[in-house]
């Protein structure tokens, strides 16, 4: 585990985390007007590889060249200037800063970091993290990477959990959740069940390389609940006519794919990033990644009693609590993460992932996303 320290005065500015992979909602904006948790676990922090935060410079104004060596290889909207390897945490685990009250500009319900660093450390007053709590946005405190540094405390974390580990914590992530707006009643809040926004966020990311796993040809993915997060995207992003590819749920606990398919949905390793990989003779097959918490639920789908059971749930008991309440709308995959995703993969350059871009018209993403 390690603590993050102030590099202008060795103050500490966290309680021990460990690292863990960077969640794929990390940057996402959800909805309009909604309360959504805290991004990272008490107790963890991850990184972000690339530039993050202000300043931002118009797409438009950034040349061909620069994107490439960036390693975004279609037009984008914007892009950071910020400094590389942005470290979050949950709220929680902050410590030793104060609020810079002149930082806290450009918010609607709270604070959304538009301004930059608006944590100061107490001790001396460097402006050390952004915290973020504004509507739509997750809440999470950014330690800014020049003027902070790890501090190894111990050694917990030294050691990954294996793959057999990770299932037998099994800690999936539900599909739907109750949301959490500002307004609409008395109280201030009101809620409704949805899709997940951690769904959403993860099947943009599943999506875009869905698309570049097809070749540009039709894809079949489970029925059931992948289906019905997957099948009308690609049904409407992929010609009809060639031959289909079949993309099917591989990973621990399930048994080898047969070899004729081409495309399997894998889990991520949710400390290390790392993703789930076959044996042959499924190893040449393109791997679509899902956060270990979604596939564990698509792989497993928990089970419920049909009637409500007596006494205390022994172990191996199926839940009898009616399960959550299905949203009445069609799933829709989270667009930013989505194109975010597929800019940065390099098979992106073809013509006809160029025209699927070119193609999202509002109307497209009001319908699809």
């Known amino acids: 585990m390690f603590v993050f320290v102030c590099a202008g005065c060795g103050i500490e500015l966290t309680a021990p985390v460990s690292q863990v992979a960077l969640p794929p909602h990390a940057h996402q904006k959800y909805g309009n007007g ?14 972000e590889p690339e530039p993050w935060g202000p300043p931002w410079r118009r797409g438009e104004d950034i040349d061909p060249d620069e994107l490439a060596a960036r390693g975004i290889h279609a037009p984008v909207a914007a892009l950071s200037d910020g400094v590389r390897g942005a470290v979050v945490i949950a709220p929680g685990d902050i410590r030793g800063t104060v609020l810079i009250q ?37 809440q999470a405190v950014w330690l800014v990477p020049d003027v902070v540094h790890p501090i ?3 050694d917990a974390d030294a050691v990954p959990l294996s793959w057999a580990a990770l299932m037998a914590e099994g800690r999936s992530t539900p599909p739907f959740e109750p949301i959490t707006g500002w307004g609409g009643s008395r109280l201030g809040t009101h809620h409704w ?4 926004p951690r769904w959403e966020a993860a099947a943009g990311w599943a999506l875009a390389h869905l698309l570049v796993a097809s070749g540009g040809r039709p894809v079949t993915v489970p029925e059931g609940l992948t289906a019905e997060v997957f099948q009308r995207a690609l049904a409407t ?11 099917v749920l591989a990973g621990p606990g399930l048994a080898a794919p047969d070899a004729g398919v081409g495309i399997l949905l894998v889990p991520v390793h949710p400390q290390t990033g790392e993703t789930w990989t076959p044996s042959r003779p499924a190893a040449s097959a393109y791997l679509v990644p899902l956060p270990f918490g979604v596939w564990l639920w698509l792989a497993f789908p928990e ?11 022994p172990d191996g008991v199926l839940r009898d609590d009616p399960p959550a309440p299905h949203p009445g709308s069609l799933f829709r995959a989270d667009p930013g993460v989505f194109q975010h995703t597929l800019v940065r993969l390099p098979a992106v ?15 497209t993403r009001a319908r699809l996303f």
Do not use: Y
């Not at 538009?114 to 997750?138: H, M, T, Y």
């Not at 350059?349 to 109307?363: A, F, M, V, Y």
């Open 34 to 47: 909604v309360q959504l948790p805290v991004l990272m676990e008490s107790g963890t922090f991850a990184v």
């Open 237 to 247: 992003l992929l010609p009809t006519g060639p031959p289909a590819r079949r993309a």
């Open 152 to 154: 190894r405390v111990d």
């Open 193 to 196: 069940w949805s899709w997940s």
């Open 349 to 363: 350059r073809s013509p006809w992932l160029r025209d699927i871009l070119k193609t999202l018209t509002q109307d």
């Open 303 to 313: 089970q419920h009693l049909p009637a409500p059971a007596s006494g205390l749930m």
């Open 102 to 138: 002149e930082k806290c500009g450009g918010c609607c319900c709270g604070l959304d970091g538009s301004d930059g660093p608006n944590l100061a450390c107490e001790a001396c007053g460097q402006p050390v993290a952004i915290r973020i709590d504004d509507c739509s946005l997750w």
